[in-house]
C-alpha cells in the first residue's frame, strides 16, 4: 500500500534561512508526487509535482524539490524563508490507478521567525 | 476555467444531529471527486472518492457517508453526529483520466461538534 511520511511535525526557521522538508514515500512503481501548502483555515495550494523526467523539480513562490528513487524520498527546498512561507506543508503520492486518489504525509508545520 | 465550491465554511453542529455538507465543481466534466479530513495534528485522511455518479469508495468505516447524486456534485452526510466527527474537511477534484495532474481543493468546511 501506498504511504508517506514526513518526518518533522514542526520546524522553525529564521528569515533568510533556508528549507529543507523531508518527505519519504513507500509506493512498488513510479510514483507520482506532490507538495502542497495550506494557510491557516484554507485549502490545500500546489507548490509542485514530479511525474517523471527531470529529478528536480521548480515550483512555485521560489521552491524546489528533489526526486530520489533510491532513497524514496521527494524532500521539498527552499534556499530562503520568507516571514510568508510560515504554513504547513503537505506532501502527497499518487499510484497509477484511474482512481487518482492522494494519499498524503501528516504534513509539517513551519515557523519562521523574524 | 475551473472550480469547485465547498459550504459552509464554517458549522458548529450538536452531538447526535444530522450533516450535510455540500461540493460542486464548475468548468469540467466527470471528475473523480473526494473527500477529505484533517484532524489537529493528523494530517488528512481520504475518507471517500467517487470516479462517477452513484459510485462512492470508502477509505476507513466511520460514522459518515458520501453521496454523487449529479456528475459535479458531491454530498458528506451523517445522520448522527459524534463529538470526533469535528474536523476540517475538504473536498476535491482531478481530471478523470489525466494521471499527470494534480488534485484541486476547496476552501474546507470548519465543522465542530459541541
Known amino acids: 500500500a501506498q504511504s508517506v511520511t514526513q518526518p518533522d511535525i514542526h520546524i522553525t526557521v529564521s528569515e533568510g534561512a533556508s528549507l529543507e522538508l523531508r518527505c519519504n514515500y513507500s509506493y512498488g512503481a513510479t510514483p507520482y508526487l506532490f507538495w502542497y501548502v495550506q494557510s491557516p483555515g484554507q485549502g490545500l495550494q500546489l507548490l509542485l509535482k514530479?511525474?517523471?523526467?527531470?529529478?528536480l523539480v521548480q515550483g512555485i513562490k521560489g521552491f524546489e524539490a528533489e526526486f530520489k528513487r533510491s532513497q524514496s524520498s521527494f524532500n521539498l527546498r527552499k534556499p530562503s524563508v520568507h516571514w510568508s512561507d510560515a504554513a504547513e506543508y503537505f506532501c502527497a503520492v499518487r499510484g497509477s490507478s484511474n482512481t487518482g486518489k492522494l494519499i498524503f504525509g501528516q504534513g509539517t508545520t513551519l515557523q519562521v521567525k523574524p | 476555467s475551473q472550480t469547485i465550491h465547498q459550504w459552509p465554511a464554517t458549522l458548529v453542529q450538536p452531538v447526535g444531529s444530522p450533516l450535510s455538507l455540500e461540493c460542486t465543481v464548475e468548468g469540467t466534466s466527470n471528475p473523480n471527486l473526494y473527500w477529505y479530513r484533517q484532524a489537529a495534528g493528523r494530517g488528512l485522511q481520504l475518507l471517500f472518492y467517487s470516479v462517477g455518479i452513484g459510485q462512492i469508495s470508502s477509505e476507513v468505516p466511520q460514522n459518515l457517508s458520501a453521496s454523487r447524486p449529479q456528475d459535479r456534485q458531491f454530498i458528506l452526510s451523517s445522520k448522527k453526529l459524534l463529538l470526533s466527527d469535528s474536523g476540517f474537511y475538504l473536498c476535491a477534484w482531478s481530471p478523470r483520466k489525466a494521471l499527470n495532474t494534480e488534485a484541486f481543493f476547496g476552501q474546507g468546511t470548519r465543522l465542530t461538534v459541541v
Open positions: 514530479y511525474f517523471s523526467g527531470d529529478t
